[in-house]
């Protein structure tokens, strides 16, 4: 088994966000990777700012598409 890092499976994770089939609430999920991943020491809190910043840009890009 591979494991990644927080790093990577954030970026997957918001990479997929702009995937025209992403389902609904995916940024749920999202939210709760990157929100796990600091709870456990694995990303510093600079980073949780910037991953949220780009969660937070995704969201919105998903918006517009959608409108």
Do not use: F, K, W
């Amino acid at each position: 088994m591979r494991i990644l890092s927080p790093h990577i499976l954030i970026d997957n994770a918001l990479e997929g966000m702009s995937e025209p089939d992403c389902p609904p609430l995916t940024e749920v999920n999202v939210m709760r990777i990157i929100t796990t991943l600091h709870r456990d020491n694995a990303i510093t809190n600079e980073e949780l700012a910037h991953y949220c910043e780009r969660l937070y840009r995704a969201v919105e890009r998903r918006a517009r598409r959608a409108a």
